[in-house]
Structures are given as C-alpha cells and as structure tokens.
C-alpha cells in the first residue's frame, strides 16, 4: 500500500453518517433522518460549496462532548492508518464549535486524547487549527488568542470555509500573530477564488502550503513561483469534483499539475461527505486519470517533503515511498 502524508483532512468533514447518528442519540440532537444511508444519499449532489457547508454546519450541532470529539477523531485515524497514511496533520474549525456553546477545553481535550493514542499505535498526528474566513479577521484573531492556552494542542492555522469575498489579506493581522508563535501556516485558496487568492495568501500570509490552488493554473506566473519556490499544493480530486469545482474526475487538473513540476499532493479533504478518503482518491486518480505507480509515488514523496514533520521521519518515509516505487 502507498505510504503516504494527509495534509488536507477536515476532522468536521470525516463525521460519518452512522456516527452522527450515533452521537445525534447520545446528546439528543434532532437530525432530519436517523438512516445512515439516507443520510448519505443526501450528500450525494451539493450544488456548490455553500450548499455542502449548509449541511454540514447543521450535522456539526452533535458534537457536545470530549468523547464526541475523541470519537470522531478515533474513526478517522483509525481509517487512515489502515489505507496507508503515516502522518496526517488534522485542520479543525473551533469556531464552528465555540457557536454551538462548546468550550475550547471539550474540543482540544476530546481530540487530543485521540491523536495521543494514534501516535501510541505508531501514526504521526498534529492538528491545525482553521479560521473560518466568513466569520472575518478580528474574530479569526480572537480564536486564536483565546486558543493559545491550548498551544501544545497544535501546530498550525489555517483558513477554511467560504472563499470568494474573503480575500486572504482579511486575515493577515491572525497569520502575523500566528507566525510570532512558531505555528505553520496554510490556507484554502484558489479552490473557488482564483489565482489572485494564492498570490495574496502567500504575499499576505506567508503560507508554507496552499490548500486546494486548482485555480493557479490559469496564471502562467504564479505557476513558475509555486513550482520554484515549491510551494506545496494539498490537491482534494474528489472533494472537487463533489462541489463541482472540476465537472468530471477525468477532467482534473492533478495530472498537469504533475507535468507542471508543481509539488502537489493527495487528500481527501472531507472524506464522509465527498465519497470516501484517501485510498478512494488514489484510486480514482488511477483508475479515472491515469496516473501511474510513479506519479502516485511523486504524490507520496511530495506530501512527506510537505509535511510539518522532523528531518528523521521525512527520510525514513521517502525511503518507504522509494521501496514502494521500485515494486
Ligand atoms: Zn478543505
């Protein structure tokens, strides 16, 4: 099996139906169906990205407590160490939470305690905590001063949510403070918004990653500094074919990315929503674009040259990229 880094997984996003139904039944939250496959056929044709992010917000009100958030958190790792992710760094949108009347103390304790015993089982985890852009840049602030006493708790922030009319430079006063602390910085850009949001995420923020970037490719300059500067791109295939950013999967960009020389990686993004996580995304990509052993080997070695991690562990899993490569 492909060894592997997730770096764009939204732990909100791996809530499967038959844990939200699970969860809506131990805090008594109403859901509109109690049928997990019903549940799921629902998420089977988002017009857009805010008709997804509607029903996800909705489904989020279940989780009230530290097991929820252990629970959750649980699951996904569990199905990530079994389709061959090594290290996986977590995005997680406290704010969601925080409105839903969930103190900070529930959701770094609940999902702590599951990532501790992830690294227990031999997976390397770190969460990265999101800002939600449509909340604004002084409440994106204001998370993060009221999430520093939990600081062992993360490695990084991040931005999420809606794009388009939320400029990156919103933010730049969260990305200044962030940056003063040591903490990584990535940020959702040009998944709806175009090439300009990747410039200004870089230029504004300072951003050692670019989440999604598809729209990058319609800016010829901005190609040659990502691939230069090798800035990473967390590339989601099905995540974007689900929220209609690509219309087919066989029309994706990842393949041109690839020849581009950029260094783009593979991830599932919200995985119970977009229909499945990683490994159905490396075989979508394989079956539906074409990608060979080799470039899913690149993907591979790209997301550990990506990854937040030591120089120790980078090695020893390229190494294991490379076993993989040569069969
Ligand atoms: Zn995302």
């Known amino acids: 099996m492909l060894p592997l880094a997730e770096l764009h997984l939204h732990v909100e996003g ?8 699970t969860l809506a039944r131990r805090n008594d939250v109403p859901l509109p169906s109690y049928d997990p496959a019903e549940l799921t056929a629902r998420y089977a044709n988002f017009g857009d990205l805010q008709a997804f992010l509607d029903v996800y917000y909705a489904n989020l009100a279940v989780l009230r407590t530290e097991q929820d958030f252990h629970d959750l958190a649980a699951a996904y790792v569990t199905r990530a160490a079994a389709a061959g992710v090594r290290r996986a760094e977590i995005f997680c949108d406290p704010q969601t939470h925080l409105a839903n009347g969930v103190p900070l103390e529930v959701v770094f304790g609940g999902l702590g305690a599951a990532l501790a015993e992830a690294r227990a089982n031999g997976l390397s985890a770190d969460l990265i905590v999101c800002f939600l852009r449509d909340l604004g ?31 990156p430079a919103l933010f730049r006063r969260a990305y200044e403070m962030a940056a003063a602390e040591g903490l990584h ?20 923020l300072g951003v050692e990653r670019i989440d999604h970037g598809n729209r990058a490719l319609e800016d010829a300059d901005l190609v040659a500094r990502l691939r230069d500067e090798r800035v990473p791109l967390t590339v989601c295939p099905l995540s974007n074919v689900a929220l209609k950013g690509v ?36 075989a979508a990509v394989r079956t539906s674009l074409g990608l060979t052993d080799d470039d899913l080997a690149t993907l591979a070695a790209n997301s550990f040259e990506a990854a937040f991690i030591g120089e120790t562990d980078r ?13």
């Not at 002084?138 to 400029?167: K, M, N, T, Y």
């Not at 020849?259 to 593979?266: D, F, I, K, N, R």
């Not at 090695?315 to 069969?327: D, F, K, P, S, T």
């Open 14 to 21: 791996t809530l499967e139906a038959d844990l939200l139904v």
């Open 137 to 167: 840049g002084d409440a994106a602030e204001e998370l993060l001063r009221q999430a520093l006493p939990f600081r062992e708790h993360f490695i990084g922030v991040g931005l999420d949510s809606a794009e388009v009319g939320w400029p």
């Open 185 to 204: 910085r990535v940020a959702h850009a040009g998944e709806e918004g175009g090439p300009e949001y990747v410039r200004e995420a870089l230029d504004a």
């Open 247 to 282: 219309a087919r999967i066989e029309e994706h960009p990842l393949p041109r990315m690839l020849e581009l020389g950029l260094v783009a990686t593979l991830n599932s993004d919200d995985p119970a929503y977009f229909g499945g996580g990683i490994d159905a995304n490396v």
């Open 315 to 327: 090695a020893r899993w390229l190494a294991e990229v490379a076993a993989w490569r040569a069969g």
